[in-house]
């Protein structure tokens, strides 16, 4: 079998529009505390990458910045700096997921990663699929698990979703600056200037204001024997035209 990057992220979403997570000291403080190496490594172990940013590695055209590492002594103070030292007064809150053993897995995991380095207490809650959509689209949650694969390969895939009327914000947030990036990114035709702008959007989303907490890359995989068949190249489309692939003629004696 054959690994490669996939074009998706797995990652937690924040309802802005509710207390304590209006805060975004708060948010930071919970998405630095998130093991993203404990998780791919004990529970999806499928070669999945730990990841600090939104948007995944690979494409030509844009490079992500550096996100979210993990800095459990940060999260402390940031928490302390938001009213709730060493968790004091901050209220249990949930956790949307849908059902699954897996989600359920990341989601225990999760609750261990918040109590054990800030004393914050998570519950779980899991709903079948179209309920779980609903509830995260009338922003009925505190967290929530989400992910997006990207339909194509753009930035803007990943990062126009998070801008302020887009049905899938799904977190409340608004951001005239984020608008602003975006709008004036795409309206460049020269790369660099481009890459510039949505880094800026990007580092605002994750970094700054910290409305999502990314986790993790999907990996795909194929299965082929390369001794036998050639014209299969990994990319994060998983796109592999017909006419390339073609099967290795033996010499015959």
């Known amino acids: 079998c054959h690994r490669f990057d996939y074009l998706g992220t797995f990652f937690m979403r924040f309802n802005t529009t509710r207390?304590?997570?209006?805060?975004?000291r708060v948010r930071k403080a919970l998405a630095l505390v998130i093991d993203k190496k404990r998780i791919v490594e004990r529970i999806t172990r499928g070669g999945e990458r730990?990841?600090?940013?939104?948007?995944?590695k690979g494409m030509v055209i844009y490079d992500p910045p550096p996100g979210i590492g993990y800095d459990p002594d940060l999260a402390r103070k940031l928490l302390a700096e938001a009213g709730f030292p060493n968790g004091a007064g901050f209220p249990t809150f949930q956790y949307l997921s849908r059902t699954?053993?897996?989600d359920e897995q990341i989601a225990v995991e999760l609750q261990a990663m918040f109590k054990e380095q800030l004393g914050i207490n998570m519950e779980l809650n899991q709903k079948e699929w179209k309920v779980y959509l609903t509830a995260q689209g009338n922003l009925d949650f505190d967290v929530s698990r989400s992910s997006w694969v990207g339909d194509y390969n753009d930035p803007n895939t990943f990062l126009d979703m998070f801008m302020s009327n887009n049905g899938n914000n799904r977190t409340g947030w608004k951001s005239e600056r984020y608008d602003a990036l975006l709008?004036?990114?795409?309206?460049?035709?020269?790369p660099k200037e481009r890459e510039k702008l949505l880094q800026e959007a990007e580092i605002?989303?994750?970094?700054e204001d910290t409305v999502i907490a990314p986790i993790y890359f999907y990996a795909g995989i194929n299965f082929y024997r390369p001794d036998e068949i050639t014209g299969i190249y990994a990319n994060l489309?998983?796109?592999?035209?017909?006419?390339?692939?073609?099967?290795?003629?033996r010499e015959t004696k």
């Open 50 to 56: 730990p990841a600090d940013h939104f948007v995944p």
């Open 204 to 207: 605002l989303l994750v970094r």
């Open 183 to 190: 709008r004036e990114g795409n309206s460049k035709t020269d």
């Open 237 to 249: 489309l998983d796109e592999h035209p017909i006419w390339t692939i073609k099967r290795i003629k």
């Open 19 to 24: 207390k304590p997570f209006d805060d975004p």
């Open 100 to 102: 699954g053993k897996q």
